[in-house]
Nanobody, 122 residues
Framework: VQLQASGGGLVQAGDSLRLSCAAS?????MGWFRRAPGKELEFVAS????????YYADSVKGRFTISRDNAKNTLYLQMNSLKPEDTGVYYC???????????????????WGQGTLVTVSS
């Protein structure tokens, strides 16, 4: 499975961005993580294979929306009301087999994209 994240960029606080993650191969539960400069990898959001179930980190709840289009094999992250603390490299990931738990840890996922940089200026 290969994942290609895109859509990052430089925006101002309060702006919106939509990240995409195009997948080649079978995907299951998928998630978005981010790494801020000098910090550890942080969970952002995850979504079930069907797209019905989602889970968010408290820091993004109400501002970010994770979704997927299985027909296009693409994962999305709509980010609204961006803050400078949202700055970082955003990674998409997928599990390698069907599961029903929405993972929040790096070890829960088997395949990772290369990351896309989001910079939010104040």
């Amino acid at each position: 499975v290969q994942l290609q994240a895109s859509g990052g960029g430089l925006v101002q606080a309060g702006d919106s961005l939509r990240l995409s993650c195009a997948a080649s191969g079978r995907t299951y539960v998928m998630g978005w993580f981010r790494r801020a400069p000098g910090k550890e990898l942080e969970f952002v959001a995850s979504i079930s294979w069907s797209g019905v179930s989602t889970y968010y980190a408290d820091s993004v709840k109400g501002r970010f929306t994770i979704s997927r289009d299985n027909a296009k094999n693409t994962l999305y992250l709509q980010m609204n009301s961006l803050k400078p603390e949202d700055t970082g490299v955003y990674y998409c990931a997928t599990e390698a087999q069907l599961g029903y738990v929405l993972g929040t840890k790096q070890k829960d996922y088997d395949y990772w994209g290369q990351g896309t940089l989001v910079t939010v200026s104040s």
